[in-house]
């Protein structure tokens, strides 16, 4: 199952685990996004993929349409908990609380959500995987960003935690921390100012969404007795959160 797998990483994501034969269940809000994503990887490599339609922040939404799943979708074995976003880039006492609301209920309370309805069945089964996509913001902190790191940091506090409280069960925990990645990250979080969300990126090479999506099929790809615990991911030009070489 890959949350937010209407865009960016989560959908790079469903190309790249597809093309290792991985059967999909592809959510997310948009569900115009999901059919068509959904159409073309089954057009590509065969009728391997559902999608579902669901808010993380919502909990009764995310059981619902879990419990929902068809039968044979239903022993979800690798879990990307993908959905995230950041909103508004403003000092603390300036910020509006609303997009703190939505920012701590998707990064943090959806990822549990998520986790809380999927983990147990790995847990009877005796094994999987969850990859929480987290950021460089979970390790570093940025002006005007505080709310957002804080999320992310909780992220991190989350993935270490699982990882203790599941290791008798042999499920792996990894977390995957991007740097700059260009996708709509920065449109969402300027209200769709495409102006201000290119200056995110001028003057560098950023990564992709792709590349991102290639690092997340190595770690699920890998043998059952190897976990990768963290991975930071920066482009070359990134060499801290704020510090780029830019031309």
């Given at each position: 199952m890959i949350t937010g797998a209407t865009s960016g990483i989560g959908k790079a994501t469903a190309y790249a685990l597809a093309k290792k034969g991985i059967s999909l269940i592809l959510t997310g809000r948009r569900e115009e996004r999901l059919s068509k994503l959904k159409d073309d990887l089954s057009k590509q490599y065969?009728?391997?993929?559902i999608y579902s339609v669901f808010d993380v922040r919502k909990k009764e939404e995310v059981y619902a349409a879990i419990e929902s799943i068809p039968d044979d979708f239903r022993k979800i074995d690798i879990l990307i908990n993908n959905a995230g976003l950041a909103l508004g880039l403003t000092h603390v006492q300036d910020s509006d609380t609303d997009e703190w609301d939505r920012?701590?209920?998707t990064n943090i309370k959806g990822l549990l959500y998520v986790t809380r309805a999927i983990a147990p069945g790995m847990a009877a089964r005796g094994?999987?995987?969850i990859v929480n996509v987290g950021s460089i913001a979970g390790r570093e902190v940025y002006e005007n960003g505080a709310v957002y790191c804080a999320t992310k940091h909780a992220v991190d506090a989350l993935t270490r935690g699982m990882r203790l409280d599941m290791v008798?069960?042999?499920?792996?925990?990894?977390?995957v921390r991007p740097g700059a990645v260009e996708t709509e990250f920065s449109l969402v979080r300027f209200n769709g100012d495409q102006a201000r969300a290119d200056e995110v990126y001028k003057g560098f090479e950023p990564l992709v969404a792709e590349d991102?999506?290639?690092?997340?099929?190595?770690?699920?790809?890998?043998?059952?007795h190897v976990c990768i615990n963290d991975i930071l991911v920066?482009?070359?030009?990134?060499?801290s959160i704020t510090n780029f070489h830019r031309t």
């Open positions: 065969g009728n391997h993929f920012m701590i209920d094994g999987g995987h008798k069960y042999g499920i792996k925990v990894t977390g991102i999506a290639e690092v997340i099929a190595y770690a699920v790809d890998l043998p059952k920066t482009a070359t030009a990134q060499a």
